[in-house]
């Protein structure tokens, strides 16, 4: 309810950002969203508590805690902590208005049944940027010889026989899916035997969850890399002071916010080799990056153009596809920027077209001719990062550009509004 209530009220908000302002000093970075997320999950594999610190602020943590109280999990939450005990579950069932509005938490199915040996999970639906299947998801689940149906937009997934306990397996993902490689790791932790899960995603945030189930007592090794081995264990325990990683998609947007301002700046802290495809081409369009520890230095120079194209970690991430071409629609030169992650994840090209910027679309590819200058407007952030590369657009414009879909933005931004503003940006939240 109060989740709800949040997403209402920030329909009707917009960021006024008034461009032209240099940024300076040094933008921190939160806990991922996405780490966050799934590892709140796994709480669900022990009875005892597991505390997370470096956990964002974000309307979609708050949908998770409110998902896992559901399922009886015992919440409580800090300034950035937070303190999950699954020590009695009241039920296997998230209810479908909670997992609809949070994609990750249909990863609940794969520890609900390692724990419990059932569970009946809503599929997570559509959403605006593509259909998003979770074929692989229950593919792997099935070879650990679960029982699963999907009937009436419900999956229901069973394990056979009196010990209601998955059995270890070799997995070969189609695709190496980020949510498919967690949900089936967090269900063969607590399997009978070895598995292995072969293609598997290698994105840091699967690295991060490995971490946080090996220090509940899982053996987990490969994570990070495309064989991911699991030896299971009969139970998990707690675990304190977990930290989660760096935001690398906050990172590498704040990245971008200094050079499409123009500004010198630090980003920190940052796990550089998190984000070495993105500062790769940073450097490629005329930003000076230096690396000291876990503060990243980005001085921009002249921006030119450069292409990308989004690929599985560790190419360039599909979530830093929208914020990067607000920054070439400045550039000088045509980049080509093609989307191969998601097929519909060009909506934001419209909106900065509204801006003044030059782009034409040639099916999941944008061409960008970079403009003197992008001119403020009212626009909408369509998702979540169109919503970041709005706000970045917004920064460069002349006028003040009004940015709506806050809804999307405060799912993964932490307070960004009050860090831009320390940093020299005007950016002020309107409230009606
Ligand atoms: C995660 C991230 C999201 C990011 C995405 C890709 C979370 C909570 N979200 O989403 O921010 O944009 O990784 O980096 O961590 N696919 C299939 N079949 C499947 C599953 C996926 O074809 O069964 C395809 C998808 O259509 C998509 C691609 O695989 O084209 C990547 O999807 P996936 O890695 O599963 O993304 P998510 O885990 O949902």
Redesign the pocket.
């Known amino acids: 309810m109060v989740v709800a209530e949040a997403s209402q009220e920030s329909l009707k908000q917009r960021l006024n950002v008034s461009g032209g302002h240099a940024l300076k000093g040094t933008l921190r970075v939160s806990g991922a969203k ?1 780490s966050a ?2 590892l709140m999950t796994a709480s669900l594999l022990s009875e005892e508590t597991i505390e997370l610190t470096n956990i964002p602020s974000l309307t979609d943590i708050d949908g998770m805690s409110a998902i896992l109280e559901a399922l009886g999990v015992q919440v409580s939450q800090g300034a950035d902590r937070i303190r999950l005990t699954a020590a009695e579950l009241n039920g296997s069932a998230p209810p479908y208005e909670l997992v609809n509005s949070l ?2 938490s249909f990863f609940s199915i794969g520890p609900l049944l390692g724990r419990l040996g059932h569970a009946r999970v809503p599929l997570p639906g559509g959403c605006r940027i ?8 229950i593919r792997g689940l099935k070879a650990l010889g679960a029982v699963v149906n999907v009937e009436h937009g419900i999956v229901t997934a069973s394990v056979p026989g009196s010990k209601k306990r998955l059995t270890g397996a070799q997995i070969v993902l ?2 190496p ?4 490689t967690e949900t089936i790791l967090m269900a063969a932790v607590l399997a009978d035997g070895v598995s292995t899960i072969e293609n598997a ?1 290698q ?1 840091p ?1 699967v690295q991060d969850l490995a971490n946080l189930l090996n220090s509940m007592g899982a053996q987990v090794s490969g994570a990070g890399g495309p064989v991911i081995t699991v030896q299971g264990v009969e139970r998990l325990r707690g675990c304190s002071n977990y930290p989660v990683i760096p935001d690398r998609i906050e990172a590498g947007t704040f990245l971008m916010a200094a050079a499409i301002t123009r500004s010198p700046l630090v980003v920190e802290p940052v796990i550089p080799e998190h984000l070495s495809a993105v500062i790769q081409k940073l450097r490629d369009c005329g930003c000076s990056i230096e690396i000291k520890g876990r503060a990243v230095t980005i001085t921009p120079g002249e921006i030119t153009a450069v292409d990308i194209t989004t690929q ?1 970690f560790p190419g360039f ?3 830093l596809q929208a914020p990067f071409m607000a920054l070439m629609c400045t550039a000088k030169g045509t980049s080509v920027i093609s989307e191969k ?2 097929e519909n994840r060009l909506q934001h090209v419209a909106e900065l077209q509204r801006m003044g910027a030059s782009i034409r679309l040639e099916g999941s590819t944008a061409i960008v001719e970079g403009v003197a200058q992008l001119s403020a407007a009212p626009v909408t952030g369509t998702d979540l990062r169109a919503a970041a590369a709005m706000v970045l657009a917004g920064l460069s414009a002349k006028g003040i550009t009004e940015v709506a879909g806050l809804k999307h933005l405060d799912r993964g931004y932490d307070d960004l509004e009050a860090k831009l503003s320390a940093a020299g940006a005007e950016v002020k939240r309107n409230i009606p």
């Open positions: 996405n997320l799934v994609r990750a593509g259909a998003r299947p979770v074929v692989e998801h189609d695709c899916s980020v949510g498919a995603a994105e945030e599985p991430p599909t979530d992650i998601y």
